[in-house]
């Protein structure tokens, strides 16, 4: 299994969207290394999901529930894809942006280092601490 952060802002697709809607087709990625993540991605994988712009923060946790193909937003483009993804629980408690620059020990995670990318990996220590932080 593999971990995995993906981010939206939460005006255009939030946690409570994603809970409501009950499952989410990951798309509209435009950048390369992202859809090359979405493509590593497998059934099970676990994904945090990260509130970008306003309030930033890892506010739940995900599940991939259908691997990587084409993207319907992109019907032209062939090298554009999506995965699809479930809400599995949300955080009791948001892990913010500062607070996880603030950890020593998520020093060189992604979301810190890469802070662009829409789509990352996450090594199992940082998701696990990430996931303690939340109070799950």
Not at 65 to 70: A, C, F, L
Not at 92 to 100: A, D, G, K
Not at 128 to 134: A, N, P, Q, Y
């Amino acid at each position: 299994m593999a971990y995995w952060l993906v981010k939206s802002e939460p005006d255009t697709y939030g946690w409570h969207q994603f809970i409501k809607q009950g499952r989410a087709v990951w798309d509209g990625v435009r950048n390369y290394q992202a859809r090359n993540n979405l493509k590593l991605m497998k059934l099970g994988d676990q994904v945090l999901f990260y509130h970008s712009v306003t309030k930033p923060a890892v506010v739940g946790l995900a599940t991939v529930v259908r691997e990587h193909y084409p993207d319907p937003t992109a019907p032209d483009d062939p090298r554009w894809v999506v995965v699809e993804l479930e809400p599995v629980l949300a955080f009791r408690q948001p892990v913010t942006l500062t607070q996880i620059k603030a950890e020593p020990l998520l020093g060189s995670i992604g979301l810190i280092n890469q802070s662009r990318l829409s789509v990352m990996p996450i090594r199992t220590d940082e998701f696990e601490l990430i996931l303690t932080m939340g109070q799950l």
